[in-house]
């Protein structure tokens, strides 16, 4: 009988179960080239052992640390965290484990953060960079040869492995739904000045271009990333002679803020002013006015970046990089739905 005060070893559930150590390992770390009988009765006796790797000889034993490191920009910002969930999705059945690190916007933390994971080993990044110039961090993740996925945030002028969505077609989906409501004053708050926000209020311009409307005017204000600077941002545009009736949010707590603005001015969404955010975060539809909004699958991108860091990971060359763009899609609510609220008006009069 195996001792009580010994912690079970791989070899342990091999001798158990008649298969070699080699097969136990590739079970374990979830590999496809052993039957998933097999797989699923060496896994089950794993449990039944309450078996736990032991993490420093594993690394010793294949150079690896099994931990990935998430850099994002936001901690508060849920659209990260539903892009680690996804990322969670798809390394945790592999056995890696992810380490979070938060650049608050921040290129130099950014790049800090980057440091003091590799001192750590870790495995490989998806990153959401700050960075106007990723060159940098380039240089020093090829230095240490350590793969990467940027997500969400593509700087300009670089071909690395980058999992996000169309922003330019972003723009251009949220634009066109405040013209089918009948908005023809319409306003862009848009975000910081890095690709994204650069792209969405290309997109918004576009859309305006291509309606071929002559009537329609367009404001651009600078807002941010959260909902104080949405709330200053629409603040700023309800004090013009003539307020925007349509106003598309650089993302989804920018129009949160926004939406306090103007009911706290008086106003009614959508009567009077019709808002679209970005992002479709998990509270979007559960604000005082639940938000029109576009879905940029954030789940859907981590585990996009996780498959891409796990080929890189394994490759014994660098692969070619790739670059994945998931389609935005529109999510209509009552912050826009104009039709519906004109119907429901007609209900209460009748």
């Not at 305006?208 to 005017?217: A, D, E, M, N, V």
């Not at 389609?327 to 519906?340: A, T």
Request: include cysteine.
């Amino acid at each position: 009988m195996r001792g009580f005060e010994l912690a079970v070893r791989m070899k342990d559930i091999a001798d158990d179960l008649g298969v070699s150590l080699m097969t136990v390992s590739k079970a374990l770390r979830g590999h496809t080239d052993i039957s998933e009988g097999t797989r699923e009765r060496i896994l089950r006796h794993a449990q039944e052992l309450k078996y736990q790797p032991n993490w420093v000889a594993r690394s010793l034993v294949m150079r690896q640390t099994f931990i990935v490191g998430l850099v994002i920009p936001d901690l508060m910002h849920s659209f990260f965290a539903e892009v680690a969930n996804g990322l969670t999705k798809g390394l945790a059945p592999l056995g890696y484990q992810i380490v979070l690190a938060n650049s608050d916007e921040n290129s130099a933390t950014e790049q800090k953060e980057i440091e003091l994971l590799l001192a750590r080993s870790v495995d490989g990044f998806v990153v959401a960079s700050a960075q106007a110039d990723w060159g940098r961090n380039a240089h020093i993740l090829s230095a240490h040869q350590t793969p990467y996925v940027l997500i969400d945030r593509l700087p300009a002028g670089v071909n690395v492995n980058f999992v996000g969505t169309r922003d330019e077609d972003l723009g251009q989906l949220a634009t066109n739904h405040l013209l089918e409501q009948g908005c023809v004053r319409l306003a862009h708050i848009r975000g910081p000045a890095n690709p994204n926000g650069s792209r969405r209020l290309k997109g918004f311009q576009l859309a305006i271009q291509k309606s071929g409307r002559k009537r329609i005017t367009q404001h651009v204000v600078q807002g941010g990333v959260d909902d104080e600077s949405g709330y200053r941002a629409m603040n700023e545009l309800l004090r013009l002679k003539h307020p925007p009736d349509g106003v598309f949010c650089y993302n989804d707590p920018v129009a949160a803020g926004g939406i306090k603005a103007v009911l706290e001015s008086g106003l009614r969404i959508p009567e009077d002013v019709a808002i679209v955010g970005a992002g479709n975060v998990h509270y979007s539809d559960l604000l005082r006015v639940p938000l029109s909004t576009i879905d940029q699958g954030a789940t859907k991108m981590g585990e996009i970046a996780a498959n891409l860091l796990v080929d890189c990971m394994r490759a014994k060359t660098a692969p070619v990089a790739r670059c994945v763009l998931i389609p935005p899609r529109l999510i209509i609510r009552e912050s826009s739905r104009r039709e519906s609220s004109r119907r429901q008006k007609e209900y209460t009069q009748a």
